[in-house]
């Protein structure tokens, strides 16, 4: 009898991290097939890490002017409407409303304009279904529908629901009558009206975002929502993912006998401050001549090869050392073509076992920290001499899904540079890790057999 036959799309590489390189897929009888535009270097290496079955490389897909045009309307149409429901005006900063270039701010402001035009909910659902007209007349879509047909398929699923290809992909696969589940990327992503494409399932992390996914799309029946967690956490439960303590302070050159603070970089758009921030924290421990106590262990965002850190760690090398991410990419390193090695999940555990606190603007590290029962400072001040000046951490606190931490102990909240030595190495207000436990169980959900939380949805649905 032939087996079933299960299609991955990962438009990014947290995805292959979170779901191929878990267990999610370890116990499915089903055959399992990587659909991918990944190069050859990044497949194999893949492929080596997992137990993909088959690989079908797809055609790249070019979205057109009315495909763009809707798509973008559709999400700044649903970022008022979001507002409309949750009275929150930093929703529309993911519009991005000073763009660059003669043509792109005639195309954008087309849409400002038209988006008066479509402030009830029903004229956002007619949107969405012009939108699904328009991708099925793209090249794209004939040259999906062909390729699933041939492979036979039983289910596609997708990590990321807001891919612009996974959208024409689930739809070649809803006129085929295949099975489609798709998850909600992250706790931040729901409020940002870029959900992309329609399935039949929607895994999410918890109640909390099941919720959030009812209100901001109340056309999706609850029925067809499961809350099944995440799997991207579970690796901070197996010792076999923390590296050998004298390897890893070896490798980048740590001192056994110093504590490390973890600095941990967000991408060059939502913290533009953060060699800055590094700056003050190395300043502040040198002044109070606490170098020979404690040291710096920079992680920067996968996907920064911005080179900005380049000159702090240049200038205070006995104090800032650095774990670059171990990932793949492409010449381009375009954000959705940079990919994880297995190797980077054992270095991010080891990184979190091995510091004594994180310190970054708001990033989800809170929660991975707090899986070792570690503290979180959240930097909450600007600089005086800002590289963007539209940018602040006051607006990056007011976003929607910093409303799940009901209590504001779950972090310590650095106000100025003078608190670094009182928060960051005296955890001044750190009381509890309770506070911290308390918002990953609202955001995250209750651990529970998630990865057959997962495997069961795609299995009997």
């Known amino acids: 009898m032939e ?33 991918h535009n990944f190069d050859p270097e990044t497949i194999t290496a893949i492929k080596e890490s997992t137990a993909i079955n088959e690989e ?37 900063t993911n519009w991005n409303w000073k763009q660059k270039g003669l043509s792109k701010k005639i195309f954008y402001r087309t849409i400002e304009v038209s988006s ?35 492979t036979q398929i039983n289910h596609v699923f997708c990590s990321h629901q807001r891919a612009l290809s996974a959208a024409p992909v689930f739809a070649a696969a809803a006129d085929l009558g295949i099975q489609t589940s798709t998850v909600i990327y992250s706790w931040d992503n729901l409020p940002k009206a870029r959900l992309a494409l ?74 533009p401050d953060d060699p800055e921030y590094l700056k003050d924290i190395a300043e502040e421990i040198i002044k109070a001549n606490l170098q020979n106590e404690y040291q710096i262990l920079l992680r920067r965002c996968p996907v920064d090869f911005s080179g900005r850190f380049d000159a702090i760690i240049k200038q205070y090398k006995d104090l800032i050392k650095e774990a670059p991410p171990l990932w793949y990419f492409s010449k381009s390193k375009e954000w959705n073509t940079v990919y994880p090695t297995f190797e980077d999940v054992k270095l991010l555990v080891s990184t979190v076992f091995y510091s004594d606190i994180v310190v970054n603007v708001g990033s989800t590290m809170a929660f991975d920290f707090g899986k070792f029962d570690k503290p979180c400072v959240f930097i909450n001040y600007d600089q005086q001499n800002q590289g963007d000046k539209n940018w602040s951490v006051k607006t990056i606190y007011q976003f929607q899904h910093f409303r799940s931490m009901q209590d504001t102990n779950a972090v310590i909240w650095l106000n100025s540079k003078e608190e670094i030595i009182d928060k960051i190495i005296h955890k001044k207000n750190w009381k509890s890790i309770t506070p911290l436990k308390n918002w990953y169980e609202i955001v995250v959900g209750k651990e529970n057999n998630i990865a057959s939380n997962i495997s069961n949805v795609i299995k009997n649905t």
């Open 3 to 35: 087996k079933n036959k299960i299609v991955l799309l990962f438009p990014d590489g947290v995805g292959i991290r979170n779901y191929l390189y878990s267990n999610v897929f370890d116990n499915l009888e089903e055959d399992i097939i990587l659909f």
């Open 56 to 92: 079908i490389l797809i055609p790249n897909y070019k979205e057109s002017v009315k495909e763009k045009f809707l798509r973008e309307l559709i999400c700044l149409s649903r970022l008022y409407y979001n507002n409309s429901k949750v009275n929150n005006p930093s929703l529309l």
């Open 116 to 150: 008066v035009f479509f402030k009830k909910y029903s004229s956002i659902l007619k949107l969405e279904k012009s939108y699904q007209k328009a991708i099925r007349k793209n090249p794209f879509y004939n040259e999906v529908i062909n390729l699933l047909k041939d």
């Open 198 to 271: 329609r399935a039949n399932n929607y895994l999410v992390w918890s109640d909390y975002m099941k919720n959030e996914l009812k209100l901001y799309y109340p056309e999706i029946l609850s029925k067809d929502i499961y809350v099944t967690g995440t799997p991207q956490f579970e690796f901070y439960n197996e010792e076999k993912n923390i590296i050998d303590k004298n390897t890893f302070y070896k490798k980048y050159n740590l001192d056994l006998n110093k504590k490390i603070i973890c600095f941990s970089g967000d991408d060059t758009k939502t913290s």
